[in-house]
């Protein structure tokens, strides 16, 4: 039986790509299935770290105390909402976030992703997260799907110049990965101040998991969207809307005629 050749460079890359793995995370590569080596010397005195005191006799038994917990999720979310509480304006938000260090996606990614458009418009377009594109640019919806966006909002008279978009996460999650519940949970507060300082009369969710996150409903994108639900921002009443996300699209073209219908309501609303 002959072995089937060995991939080539360009066919590795390839393959990788198409598994979502598009950036590297440090120069070297390093292969994780083996065991580091350690010196001899480092060796022994691992041995002698490791070795269990003997007992003197007479001498009472002693407890080695327990190993430190690791701190729970709910120190970093209460440490995110603090912080953005504290952001008197959109450009403190964001200084704000360049050097927050209590979410590890923030470690992966290339830059922050913080929003596009203009703060005074009345309406604010928020999806769930950054893209590889996005990343690499800085700002939201820039890629395939942040053109269809373009193409979407253009269709009821609107421009990046009249609407203000964001994410629920600023960083992108290594591979484009679906980000975890925790990480969602402690990037939540900063958009909700986001949202608070913009200050829509509209905001629309766009997907799923932006629109659970925000809306904080456990219903699915098919039962919530072109339905108006009421976003309190503690100062006052939004209006707000969920429609399908424009990645969702691209996938399923055939739901466009419901995105359309979900724009035409928001068209409606703000020529009111």
């Known amino acids: 039986m002959i072995p089937e050749p060995l991939p080539n460079i360009r066919q590795l890359l390839a393959f990788y790509l198409e598994a979502g793995v598009d950036c590297a995370l440090s120069d070297e590569p390093v292969n994780r299935l083996i065991e580091p080596e350690i010196a001899p010397a480092a060796a022994s005195a691992v041995a002698r770290e490791t070795q269990p005191p003997q007992p003197v006799r007479g001498a009472p038994a002693i407890i080695p105390p327990r190993g430190e917990p690791p701190p729970p999720p709910d120190a970093a979310i209460a440490s995110a909402r603090e912080a953005a509480r504290s952001a008197p304006s959109l450009e403190a938000l964001r200084a704000l976030l360049e050097t927050f260090d209590g ?4 470690q992966t990614a290339t830059r922050l992703v913080f929003a596009d458009g203009n703060p005074q418009a009345r309406v604010m377009f928020v999806g769930e997260a950054p893209g590889r594109d996005e ?4 700002l939201p919806f820039v890629g395939r799907s942040g053109k269809l966006l373009d193409r979407m909002i253009g269709a009821i008279g609107l421009d990046r110049t009249k609407a203000y978009i964001a994410n629920v996460i600023p960083w992108r999650p290594p591979g484009n990965r679906t980000p975890t519940p925790q990480e969602t949970q402690i990037c939540l507060p900063f958009i909700q101040r986001q949202i608070e300082l913009v200050d829509p009369d509209v905001l629309v969710t ?4 932006s629109t659970q996150a925000i809306l904080g409903t456990r219903e699915g994108i098919m039962r919530t969207r072109g339905r108006w639900l009421d976003y309190d921002t503690g100062k006052r009443t939004i209006r707000a809307i969920a429609t399908f996300h424009p ?3 691209l996938r399923s073209p055939s739901y466009k005629r419901l995105s359309w219908q979900d724009l035409r309501a928001i068209a409606k609303v703000l020529a009111s």
Do not use: T
């Open 103 to 106: 979410c590890a996606l923030r």
């Open 135 to 138: 990343d690499i640019e800085g």
């Open 206 to 209: 766009l997907g799923n998991p």
């Open 247 to 249: 990645a969702y699209l």
